[in-house]
């Protein structure tokens, strides 16, 4: 999985809608996801990941009553987000979705469903750091993107056929509701997960295209 990586435009157009004071706080949420995604592509076995899953879990946890420990992206978080009335225990569930992917041999739609809910976290607590409005669909969006990027690395077809119908209603929810402007950095990313399902599984988006671009900035205007 990729997330919100460097390197994609559409990407860096999204989160430049981030309100002032917001932007710092949005990458450092971001940088614990890829974190997290990196663990998995890196660990071979489950027993291992469980286990490093499980430090990330605590470590979270502990920023409501501990220093945090010398790894960048825990230092990131306390300066960043935990300043915006954040705990760090808003954080696990985060780490209990990616972990779906370790205890599950097959995703079957139960299991894609609490892998969406928990890393689908990450839009909740990074709209509540931002400033975003209570009428935001930050947990639909959050959800339906984090379904959508997993669809596009899934080898099983039917596994990847199953987050993406998981995704299309949620996603649907989330660009039929006007945005606050401090929630629109995630209402852009919600419209690009839903114009990547229009790309057939295995294909790539045509990223920078001008009807995406069109698309963001229309919502950055209007929070439509």
Not at 9 to 29: C, T
Not at 109 to 134: I, K, T
């Amino acid at each position: 999985m990729t997330g919100v990586a460097g390197g994609n435009p559409e990407h860096a157009l999204a989160l430049s809608y981030a309100p002032q004071g917001g932007a710092a706080a949005l990458e450092a949420l971001f940088a614990l996801d890829e974190a997290l995604a990196q663990l998995l592509r890196t660990t071979r076995e489950p027993a291992l990941g469980q286990l490093r899953l499980a430090w990330w879990r605590e470590a979270l946890a502990k920023l409501d009553s501990e220093p945090a420990p010398a790894e960048p992206v825990l230092q990131a978080l306390v300066r960043e987000v935990l300043p915006k009335g954040v705990r760090g225990a808003s954080l696990v569930p985060i780490v209990h979705g990616w972990e779906v992917l370790i205890e599950e041999e097959t995703l079957d739609r139960g299991a894609l469903r609490r892998f969406g809910e928990g890393r689908g976290e990450l839009f909740v607590v990074a709209g509540a750091a931002m400033g975003a409005a209570p009428g935001d669909p930050l947990a639909a969006s959050g959800q339906g993107w984090a379904l959508v990027d997993l669809a596009r690395h899934l080898r099983a077809p039917d596994e990847a056929a199953e987050a993406r119908d998981l995704a299309a209603p949620l996603l649907e929810d989330a660009v039929s509701k006007r945005w606050s402007r401090n929630g629109r950095a995630l209402g852009a990313l919600a419209h690009l997960a839903r114009l990547d399902l229009r790309v057939p599984h295995g294909g790539e988006p045509p990223i920078g295209a001008p009807h995406r671009v069109g698309r963001l900035l229309w919502h950055r205007l209007t929070g439509r």
